[in-house]
C-alpha cells in the first residue's frame, strides 16, 4: 500500500488509529466523559478530513474507493459518531460504561461503516461490514449488569452469524461464477451472455438475505425489536442508523456496477421483501407500547420504503435512498437522543406511560421529539416529508403501483402510531414524575437534529444536488 | 379599485410571516401570558389590517391581485408560488377576520395558554398558505400544516373523549391528502414525460394530457377535499370534533378549515381535470343534496347544541356544494359568498355556545332554557346568529343563499326546488334549538351572569358584518365575477352541458 493510498484512506484511519489510541489511553487514566469527548473530536476531525482533503487516488488497495460518494459517506458516519458520543457523556457515566473501550469502539464502529460505504470490492464489503457488526455485539451487551442488553447482545450474535455465513457463501458463489471480487468485474462477469450467471444469482440472492439480516428487511426482522429495547439507547441510535445505513449504501454500489439489463430475476425478491416489510412492520409497530420497540418496528418499514426505491432505481431512486438515509438517520438518532437525555441512573423511559405528560415538564425536548416523530411519519414540513415525496416519486415513475399505494397506506396507518407517544405527552391526563433536565452536550445534539429535520424540509434543495454530485 | 400593486415587496409573503412571527414570539415568551395574548390579538390585527388593505386593491390582467413566484428546491421542479386572486381575496379577509374573534373569545385561556396562541397562530399560517399557493407541492405543505396546531387545539384544550376526536380528525383528513399526494406525483410525471418540463405550477399542470387516468386522478384530489368539505358520507369526523373542541378550535374549523376543502376543488380539483369535473358535477350535486338533507335531519335529532351546531355547517355546506356542482356562475358566487357568511355566523354561534356553556356548565338543551329573562344581552346575541343561520333575508347567510337558489334554478329546477325544500329543516332544527335555550323555563341552579364586555366587544364585529353581508355583499360579489369567470370558462364544458342533467 503506498503513501498515497494511505493518505486516501485519511480520514478512516484517523477514526480507527484514534480509536486504539483511546483504548490505550482508557487502560491507563479513565476519565470516562473526558474521553468520550476526544472521541467526539476525532470523528468531526475526521469528517473535516473526509470533506476538506482531496483523495489522490480514486480507489485503495483495489477494495475501497476514495471518491466522492465514499467520502460523503464517511462524512455522514463520523458525524452520526460523534453525535453519539457526545449523547453517551452523562449517560454513559450513570450507567458506568467503560470508558476507553465504549468511545473506541464507537469509533471503529464508525470506520468500518465508512469502510463498507466506501467498497469497491466484495471483499471491502466483507470486511467493512464485519468491522462494524463485530463492534456492534460488544456495544449491544456492554452494560453487563443489564439482563436486557445481554439478551440483545446474545440475539444479534446469533443473527448476524447467521447472516455472515450467509454473505460469505454469497460472494463465495459469486466469485466461482466471475472470477473476481472487484465491483465492476465481478458484476459484468454476472451479464446475460455467460453461463455462470444462474450461480451467480444464487450468490446474490443469499447476499440479499444477508443485507436482510442487517437492515432488518422483512422475514429477517425478527431481532429487531428486542434488540433495539435491551440496547443502550445511544447504541440504538447508532445501530438503527449508521449501521442500516452504511449496508445500503454499499448495495447501491454493488448494484450500479450491474450491467443492464439488471438483475431483472432478482427484483421479485425484493419485491417480496420491502411488501412484507411495510405489512409486518405496520403492524407490528401498531401494538407497541414502548418507544424503542415502536421505533424498532417502524424502521422495518422505512427499509421497506428503502427497497421500494431500490427497485425503482435510476438516479431518481438512488438520489430518493440516499435523501431518504440522511434524513431518516438525523431524525432517529434525534428520537433515541431524546430518550438517552431523559435517562434517570441509567434507567430509560421506554414504556408509552412514562412519557405521560411530560411535554409540559420538558416542552422543549418534548417537542423535539414529537418533531423528529412526525419526521418520521412524513409529514411536512419536516424534511421526512421530502424524503417520502422522492420515494414515492420515485416508485411511480418506476410504475410500482402496488408497492406506491402500499407505502402510502403504511404511511396513513404509521401516522397513528407515531401519534401515540406525542399524545402521551402531550394530551395525556395524568403525569409521570420529572425526568432528567439533561446537560448541555445532549440539548447540542438534539437541537443539531432538530435544525438539520427542519431545514432539509424546507430547504431539501442544495443537499439534493450534493447527493447527484457523488452519485456514482 | 383600478391601481395595480406590482410585486414590488412580497405582501403574500408578510402574510404568511406574520403569524409565524407571532407564534414564534408567544413561544420564546411563554412565561408572559398576558403578553402572549397581546401579541396574538396584534398578530391577528395587523393581518386583518394588511388584507382588509389588500381588499381594495384592483386585479391585473390575469386576475392576480398579488402574485410571487421563486425557485424553491430546483431538483423536482418545485416552486414557491403564491397568487392571491378574488376567492382567495375573500378567503384571507375571512381568516383575518375570524382569526381575530378567535383570539378575543379565547382571552380567559388559563390552561398553556402561550401554546394555545402560538398554535392558532400556526393554524393561521397554514391556511393562509392554502388559500394562496400555486404550487402543488406547496399547497400540499400548507395543507398539512394546518392538521398539527389543529390535532393539539383539539387534543390538548378539549373536553371529553378529545384524544378520540383528535386522532379521528387527523387521520380522516391525512387519508385523503395522502391520495392527493399520489395524484399530484402521477400528475407531475405525466407532465414532465409529456413536455419534458418537470414542474408542480398549477398553471403548467392544466395543460396535461391525462387521458384514462383522469377520472383516477381527479379522485384522489377530490376525497382530499370532500373529506375537509365535508361531505356526506365522510363527515363523521366533524361532529366528534366540533364536541370536543375548544371555542376557538370550533371556529376555525367550521368558519376556515371547511372552506379550504370548497376552495380547493375550486382553485385545483376542477382546473386541472375539466372532462372529469363536469362528468362528476352531478354526482356531485346528489351528494351535495343527501349531505343537505341527512345533516340537518341529524342535527334535529341533537340535544348537544354545539353538536346541533356542527351538524348545520355539514348542511349549509352541502348549500355550498350544490352550487359548485351546478356549474352556474351566479350559484358559484353564491357559494362562494355562502361559504364567507357561514364562516361568520356559525363562527359566532360556536363561539356564543362556549360562552354559554362557561355560564352554564351544559351544553344539554334540557339543562338550558329561560335566558331570554336571566342574560338578555346573550339571548339576543344569539337570537340574531342564529337568525342568520337559518337565513333570514337581510342577514348574513340568506344574500348567499338565494344566490345558489337561483342559480340552481336556472339550469336544474328539481335540484334547486329539493335544495329548497332543505332549507325549511333548518329552519325546524335552528328555532328548535333558539327555543330550547332562550325561551321556556330556566332549570334551578345558581344565577346566569351576562355578557361581559369583552365578549360583547368580540361579538359585535361578528353582527355587524352579518347585517352587511346581509344587506350589502356586492362589493364582495365584485371581486368574485373574474375568477368565477375563468373557472367555469376553462372547464369549457362546464357551460355546454350547462352542470347539472
Known amino acids: 500500500m503506498s503513501g498515497l493510498e494511505l493518505y486516501a484512506l485519511l480520514p478512516q484511519l484517523i477514526l480507527a488509529l484514534g480509536s486504539t489510541l483511546l483504548l490505550m489511553i482508557g487502560a491507563w487514566c479513565p476519565v470516562r466523559g473526558r474521553l468520550m469527548l476526544i472521541g467526539a473530536g476525532l470523528a468531526l476531525i475526521a469528517a473535516l478530513t473526509a470533506g476538506a482533503c482531496q483523495p489522490p487516488v480514486a480507489e485503495v488497495a483495489g477494495m475501497f474507493s476514495a471518491g466522492p460518494y465514499a467520502r460523503f459517506f464517511t462524512i455522514l458516519w463520523s458525524l452520526l459518531a460523534a453525535l453519539v458520543l457526545l449523547l453517551s457523556v452523562r449517560y454513559g457515566k450513570e450507567r458506568r460504561f467503560p470508558g476507553g473501550e465504549y468511545t473506541s469502539l464507537i469509533l471503529f464502529a464508525a470506520a468500518g461503516m465508512s469502510l463498507l460505504s466506501s467498497a469497491s470490492s466484495l471483499i471491502g464489503l466483507f470486511l467493512g461490514l464485519e468491522s462494524f457488526t463485530i463492534v456492534l455485539y460488544i456495544l449491544i451487551a456492554i452494560d453487563k449488569q443489564c439482563a436486557f442488553g445481554t439478551e440483545a447482545g446474545l440475539k444479534y450474535l446469533v443473527m448476524g452469524i447467521v447472516a455472515t455465513g450467509l454473505l460469505t457463501f454469497g460472494i463465495a458463489l459469486i466469485y466461482v461464477a466471475t472470477g473476481s471480487f472487484h465491483l465492476p468485474e465481478a458484476m459484468v462477469g454476472l451479464s446475460t451472455a455467460t453461463g455462470l450467471r444462474p450461480l451467480g444469482l444464487l450468490g446474490w440472492a443469499l447476499m440479499l438475505a444477508a443485507i436482510g439480516f442487517k437492515v432488518s428487511l422483512a422475514p429477517f426482522h425478527l431481532w429487531t425489536p428486542d434488540v433495539y429495547q435491551g440496547a443502550p439507547a445511544s447504541v440504538t441510535a447508532l445501530l438503527s442508523t449508521g449501521s442500516k445505513g452504511a449496508v445500503f449504501a454499499a448495495v447501491l454500489t454493488a448494484l450500479a456496477a450491474v450491467p443492464e439489463p439488471g438483475f431483472t430475476e432478482l427484483s421479485p425478491v425484493i419485491w417480496v421483501m420491502a411488501v412484507l416489510s411495510l405489512i409486518l412492520g405496520t403492524f407490528g409497530a401498531l401494538g407497541q407500547s414502548n418507544l424503542k420497540r415502536m421505533l424498532a418496528y417502524s424502521s422495518v418499514v422505512h427499509m421497506g420504503y428503502l427497497a421500494t426505491a431500490l427497485l425503482a432505481g435510476g438516479a431518481d431512486g438512488w438520489t430518493a435512498i440516499i435523501f431518504y438515509l440522511a434524513v431518516y438517520s438525523i431524525a432517529t438518532l434525534g428520537a433515541f437522543g431524546v430518550i438517552t437525555s431523559f435517562a434517570m441512573q441509567g434507567q430509560e423511559p421506554q414504556d408509552y406511560a412514562d412519557l405521560a405528560g411530560l411535554g409540559y415538564h420538558h416542552p422543549r425536548r418534548s417537542s423535539a421529539l414529537a418533531f423528529f416523530l412526525l419526521s418520521l411519519a412524513g409529514i411536512p414540513p419536516t424534511a421526512g416529508f421530502i424524503g417520502k415525496f422522492g420515494i414515492f416519486s420515485a416508485a411511480i415513475r418506476g410504475d410500482l403501483w402496488t408497492l406506491a399505494l402500499l407505502g402510502i397506506a403504511a404511511s396513513l396507518i404509521s401516522v397513528y402510531y407515531y401519534l401515540r407517544p406525542i399524545i402521551v405527552l402531550f394530551m395525556a391526563d395524568e403525569r409521570s414524575v420529572c425526568l432528567h433536565p439533561g446537560e448541555i452536550w445532549e440539548h447540542s445534539v438534539l437541537a443539531f437534529c432538530f435544525i438539520g429535520t427542519l431545514i432539509f424540509g424546507l430547504i431539501p434543495g442544495p443537499l439534493l444536488d450534493l447527493i447527484q454530485f457523488v452519485l456514482p | ?501
Not at chain 2, 109 to 123: E, R
Not at chain 2, 352 to 378: A, C
Not at chain 2, 431 to 448: A, H
Open chain 2, 1 to 501: 379599485m383600478t391601481t395595480v400593486v406590482t410585486a414590488s415587496f412580497p405582501w403574500l409573503s408578510l402574510l404568511l410571516a406574520l403569524p409565524l412571527l407571532g407564534a414564534l414570539l408567544c413561544l420564546v415568551f411563554r412565561n408572559q401570558v398576558d403578553e402572549c395574548k397581546w401579541f396574538s390579538l396584534a398578530t391577528t390585527l395587523v393581518i386583518f389590517a394588511v388584507s382588509a388593505w389588500m381588499f381594495f386593491q384592483g386585479a391585473d390582467a390575469n386576475g392576480w391581485y398579488f402574485y410571487e413566484d421563486h425557485a424553491w428546491i430546483g431538483r423536482y421542479g418545485i416552486r414557491y408560488t403564491l397568487g392571491m386572486d378574488g376567492i382567495s381575496l375573500l378567503m384571507i379577509v375571512l381568516t383575518g377576520f375570524l382569526q381575530i374573534i378567535a383570539v378575543a373569545i379565547s382571552w380567559h385561556q388559563k390552561k398553556h395558554a402561550p401554546l394555545f396562541f402560538a398554535l392558532i397562530l400556526l393554524l393561521e399560517t397554514g391556511i393562509i398558505g392554502v388559500f394562496l399557493a400555486l404550487d402543488l407541492v406547496l399547497f400540499y405543505l400548507f395543507w398539512e400544516m394546518m392538521l398539527i396546531p389543529m390535532l393539539f387545539l383539539i387534543g390538548v384544550w378539549g373536553h371529553g373523549p378529545r384524544v378520540y376526536a383528535a386522532v379521528k380528525f387527523f387521520l380522516f383528513t391525512m387519508a385523503g391528502s395522502l391520495l392527493m399526494l399520489i395524484a399530484i406525483i402521477a400528475l407531475y410525471l405525466m407532465h414532465g414525460q409529456q413536455t419534458g418540463d418537470y414542474s408542480f405550477a398549477l398553471q403548467a399542470l392544466k395543460q396535461t394530457e391525462m387521458g384514462g387516468w383522469e377520472p383516477w386522478l381527479f379522485a384522489g384530489f377530490m376525497l382530499a377535499f370532500l373529506v375537509k368539505v365535508p361531505i356526506v358520507p365522510l363527515h363523521t369526523w366533524l361532529p366528534d370534533a366540533h364536541t370536543v373542541a375548544p371555542a376557538a378550535g370550533s371556529l376555525d374549523l367550521a368558519g376556515l378549515l371547511l372552506k379550504t376543502g370548497v376552495f380547493g376543488i375550486l382553485r385545483f380539483a376542477f382546473p386541472l381535470f375539466p372532462d372529469a369535473a363536469s362528468a362528476s358535477l352531478p354526482l356531485l350535486a346528489i351528494l351535495a343534496l343527501a349531505g343537505l338533507y341527512h345533516a340537518a335531519w341529524a342535527a334535529y335529532r341533537q340535544t348537544d347544541i354545539k353538536r346541533l351546531i356542527a351538524y348545520s355547517s355539514v348542511s349549509h355546506l352541502g348549500v355550498v356544494m350544490l352550487g359548485v356542482a351546478s356549474g352556474n356562475r351566479i350559484a358559484l358566487e353564491g357559494s362562494i359568498l355562502l361559504m364567507v357568511c357561514h364562516g361568520i355566523t356559525t363562527g359566532a354561534l360556536f363561539g356564543m355556545v362556549s360562552m354559554i356553556r362557561r355560564r352554564t356548565g351544559t351544553r344539554e338543551m334540557e339543562k338550558l332554557g329561560g335566558m331570554w329573562k336571566e342574560t338578555p344581552v346573550l339571548a339576543a346575541f344569539f337570537l340574531y346568529f342564529s337568525l342568520a343561520s337559518l337565513g333570514l333575508p337581510g342577514l348574513a347567510n340568506f344574500a348567499g343563499e338565494i344566490l345558489v337558489f337561483i342559480g340552481t334554478f336556472q339550469v336544474a329546477p328539481v335540484w334547486g326546488g329539493l335544495a329548497l325544500a332543505g332549507m325549511v329543516f333548518a329552519a325546524a332544527y335552528l328555532l328548535r334549538m333558539v327555543q330550547g335555550v332562550i325561551w321556556g323555563e330556566r332549570p334551578d341552579g345558581r344565577d346566569w351572569p351576562d355578557l361581559t364586555w369583552r365578549e360583547v366587544l368580540a361579538l359585535v364585529p361578528l353582527a355587524v358584518a352579518t347585517l352587511w353581508l346581509g344587506v350589502y355583499p356586492g362589493p364582495l360579489l365584485a371581486h368574485l365575477h373574474e375568477p368565477v369567470r375563468l373557472i367555469l370558462e376553462q372547464g369549457q364544458i362546464l357551460l355546454t352541458a350547462g352542470g347539472l342533467p
